[in-house]
């Protein structure tokens, strides 16, 4: 097999705003794996704030112990691949993600299977929300009627930028465009601290602003804050940045620090970590979603033909493509208001780059 690296930069349509950055565009590694005839792809983006990995550091680490690890081994042998390329280095989560996805689209794509067809699902659509930027209320109201009229039934409001009484004004605000039936859930990115989250929260329950969910309220490696908080809401509690493995999810369920999790392909390794993520979260009575970082087509579809195979308890985080302006490659996933409608061609249906 062989593995070719791709830097890409894909222009957003909008900025991109949390608590954490903005983004004006999507940056990425692409992987490209080929048998000579057919060429399976993967992703990792560049998220500084989250992941703290680099382009050019997942690109070294593809390019040198990754495609060791990899050697003579042909492109029929998944299992062994897998298994080798999550225990090539620690950590490295996007790097490994993006030969994971690679090497499943590989395969998918030797049996002229979809990728989703090949994890087992005949379900070619899947939903996803729409993250809304922070800003100010005027903005972020206008912006929620937009993405409603957009055909979003799912609204992410992004949060937690020090301010909690500017955050519940910021959500009331929405609230009160929108109207009572779309769903509101929230995304702090690590910004509050226990006591801010909790009051944040309860006036928002207070107020009936009927939310949905609250993502992340806490820094990660504060699991005994995040349980303190999921103990004093009624409001859902979602782990995001605090579970990358296995070993975080058990923490997080030992602490009872959350009741649902976001796993990311990006964040854990790829497909097969991320599949016994979601079958552990499950088994332990979690809900879970299945998010995505600022990325492509090539990411955003691996994680929604994961969705199709192993569906979650709530709408998916799914809409980082439909951010892009020009996409990096051609193919893939096609947005229809919160429907992600997966190829019918084979693997990930993605044919190449556009440029």
Not at 40 to 67: D, M, N
Not at 224 to 247: F, K, Q
Request: glycine share 10%.
């Amino acid at each position: 097999m062989k593995i070719t690296t791709h830097l890409v930069s894909a222009p957003l349509h909008t900025p991109f705003v949390t608590a954490l950055r903005t983004a004006t565009h999507a940056d990425s590694l692409l992987v490209e794996i080929s048998d000579g005839s057919v060429s399976g792809w993967g992703e990792c983006p560049q998220v500084w704030k989250v992941t703290g990995e680099s382009l050019a550091g997942a690109q070294a680490c593809v390019e040198g112990p990754l495609t060791t690890a990899l050697g003579d081994l042909g492109p029929d042998d998944l299992t062994e691949a897998l298994r080798r390329v999550q225990g090539a280095v620690q950590a490295n989560f996007g790097a490994k993600a993006a030969v994971d996805i690679a090497l499943h689209d590989l395969a998918a794509r030797r049996r002229g299977q979809t990728l989703h067809g090949f994890l087992g699902s005949t379900v070619s659509v899947v939903r996803t929300d729409v993250t809304l930027s922070a800003g100010d209320p005027e903005a972020l109201a206008a912006a929620g009627v937009a993405r409603v009229a957009d055909g979003f039934d799912v609204l992410k409001v992004k949060v937690g930028t020090g301010n909690a009484a500017a955050d519940f004004e910021r959500v009331r605000r929405i609230r009160e465009a929108i109207g009572p039936d779309p769903r509101l859930r929230l995304d702090a990115n690590q910004g509050w601290n226990r006591r801010d989250a909790v009051t944040a929260i309860r006036a928002l329950e207070d107020a009936g602003c009927d939310i949905e969910l609250v993502e992340q309220p806490l820094p990660a490696p504060d699991l005994e804050g995040m349980a303190w908080v999921t103990d004093r809401v009624s409001t859902p509690i979602l782990a995001d940045e605090s579970v990358y493995g296995v070993r975080d999810l058990v923490a997080v369920i030992r602490h009872g620090a959350a009741d649902l999790v976001n796993v990311k392909l990006a964040k854990c390794g790829g497909l097969g970590p991320a599949r016994t993520l979601l079958e552990l979260a499950r088994e332990h009575g979690l809900g879970s979603i299945v998010g995505s970082m600022m990325e492509s087509h090539v990411g955003v579809g691996a994680a929604a033909a994961l969705v199709s195979a192993y569906p979650t308890t709530t709408v998916n985080d799914l809409d980082a493509a439909w951010w892009l302006k020009e996409a990096p490659v051609t193919g893939g996933i096609r947005y229809e208001g919160s429907t992600i409608h997966l190829p019918t061609g084979a693997g990930l249906g993605v044919t190449g780059l556009t440029a």
